[in-house]
């Protein structure tokens, strides 16, 4: 072919136009692809700050008890130390005992809900 063949040969009008509605198809199925990922990438996102502010909850929770809980024997240990006799050993370890068990009762019930709360949390970011 010569450059004039090159230069009078068009592309049919029906052709242009199935090639322009392709590349058009083709742009919007890439755009609604993006969006959807974008959207996946963002409920992952939600989900996984709310399982991380959920484990941060309840890690400060179990620090708070722990150092509850240190601070009593602490206390205890003191009180032994000045105990004057045996019966009043007795009666600071029965004591210790009791407000240790309501102690561990009260914090096993606000650990149960900080748990609640942490894997509802979690689950609503789901949706």
Request: no cysteine; charged share 25%; aromatic share 6%.
């Amino acid at each position: 072919m010569s450059e004039q063949s090159y230069d009078r040969f068009e592309i049919p009008k029906d052709m242009r136009s199935v090639a322009e509605a392709s590349f058009e198809q083709a742009r919007k199925a890439f755009e609604k692809f993006i969006d959807s990922a974008q959207a996946t990438a963002d409920q992952v996102s939600a989900r996984t700050a709310s399982v991380r502010a959920g484990a941060k909850d309840v890690g400060t929770a179990t620090l708070a008890f722990a150092e509850k809980n240190v601070q009593a024997s602490l206390d205890f240990a003191q009180s032994l130390a000045h105990a004057k006799d045996l019966g009043e050993v007795l009666r600071l370890h029965r004591e210790y005992v009791q407000n240790q068990m309501r102690a561990l009762a009260q914090q096993a019930s606000e650990m149960s809900q900080v748990v609640s709360r942490a894997a509802l949390d979690a689950a609503s970011s789901k949706h």
